[in-house]
């Protein structure tokens, strides 16, 4: 069992930044990949970024390339999104996701843990 929770998140402008942190618990936390999904009022929930299995690459989606990055800290059994340049259409629920195995990155449904959330709005 790996027990994840979300935190950093809140309200900002437009053009502002956040730092989402994840802490994890339970087995060990380097086994797994981590991941951040969100989701928006009535959206279905979709990938924001990722690491590789390995941990060697990340991924994001297109909207949000160059502006957020997704980084860990084993030490810390936590893993961060740093999301700059916020713009109205990233509010949405934040969620940190763990995957065990070398799964699509992209889809849910390879991620075998969640967190309970962290809400990020931004206005414009």
């Known amino acids: 069992q790996v027990q994840l929770v979300e935190s950093g998140g809140g309200l900002v402008q437009a053009g502002g930044s956040l730092r989402l942190s994840c802490a994890a618990s339970?087995?060990?936390?380097?086994?797994?990949?981590m991941g951040w999904f969100r989701q928006a009022p009535g959206k279905e929930r979709e990938f924001v970024a990722a690491?590789?299995?390995?941990?060697?690459?990340?991924y994001y989606r297109d909207s949000v390339k160059g502006r957020f990055t997704i980084s860990r800290d084993n030490a810390k059994n936590t893993v961060y999104l740093q999301m700059n340049s916020l713009k109205p259409e990233d509010t949405a629920v934040y969620y940190c996701?763990?995957?065990?195995?070398?799964?699509?990155?992209?889809?849910?449904?390879?991620?075998?843990?969640w967190g309970q959330g962290t809400q990020v709005t931004v206005s414009s």
């Open positions: 996701a763990a995957r065990f195995g070398g799964r699509a990155y992209y889809t849910d449904r390879s991620y075998d843990y």
């Open positions: 339970g087995r060990t936390f380097s086994s797994y990949a």
């Open positions: 690491f590789s299995w390995s941990g060697g690459n990340t």
